[in-house]
């Protein structure tokens, strides 16, 4: 079958606009492959710019709580090493009574002096918190000496837990106390 230039005319032209037809599709399908490419990278980097900020957030929240914790305990160090002979004094007097009292002082804690003037003198005022456990009459008698025997201070407080009878548990009791000391200018 001979095929006359007309036919082979049309013929050459449907198989170019098939060729044509096939490459725009294809062109389209890369375009739109692209765009979603771009899409997916662009989503992508805002992930990752996310997480790497809330890390450092993160991270530097924690940072900036332990420079705080760091600062604190350095104040701390600072104050109890610079504490006045008068205080150590007072704590060896105060462990002196309890020996004698035959209580335990479990605990001991120096807060933060102000000053304040007593009767027009200045004076260093340091609060002093003492824990101690023995028996409840034992307790008593710590107090009471420690009131007398102390002259330059004044108890505040005091908190007795007595402990329960038939038990081998001890009373304890939370002492809170100012201690005046002379301030030397």
């Given at each position: 079958?001979?095929?006359?230039?007309?036919?082979?005319?049309?013929?050459?032209?449907?198989?170019?606009?098939?060729?044509?037809?096939?490459?725009?599709?294809?062109?389209?399908?890369q375009?739109?492959?692209?765009?979603?490419?771009?899409?997916?990278?662009?989503?992508?980097?805002?992930?990752?710019?996310?997480?790497?900020?809330d890390q450092f957030y993160l991270q530097q929240e924690e940072l900036t709580a332990q420079i705080s914790q760091t600062e604190v305990d350095l104040d701390t160090a600072r104050y109890s090493l610079s504490q006045p002979v008068d205080s150590i004094i007072t704590n060896e007097t105060l462990l002196d009574i309890a020996e004698s009292c035959r209580v335990e002082v479990v605990e001991i804690k120096i807060a933060t002096p102000s000053t304040a003037e007593l009767a027009g003198i200045e004076c260093t005022i340091t609060p002093f918190i003492t824990k101690v456990n023995g028996d409840l009459l034992q307790i008593i008698d710590f107090i009471t000496r420690l009131n007398s025997d102390q002259v330059t201070s004044v108890i505040s407080s005091v908190d007795?837990?007595?402990?329960?009878?038939?038990t081998d548990t001890l009373s304890s009791a939370t002492i809170r106390q100012l201690v005046y000391f002379y301030k030397d200018n």
């Open positions: 079958m001979k095929l006359s230039k007309t036919a082979w005319l049309i013929l050459i032209i449907g198989i170019f606009i098939i060729i044509i037809a096939s490459f725009g599709v294809t062109f389209l399908q375009v739109n492959h692209r765009d979603q490419l771009r899409e997916d990278l662009a989503l992508a980097k805002n992930r990752l710019d996310n997480i790497i900020l007795i837990l007595v402990a329960q009878a038939y």
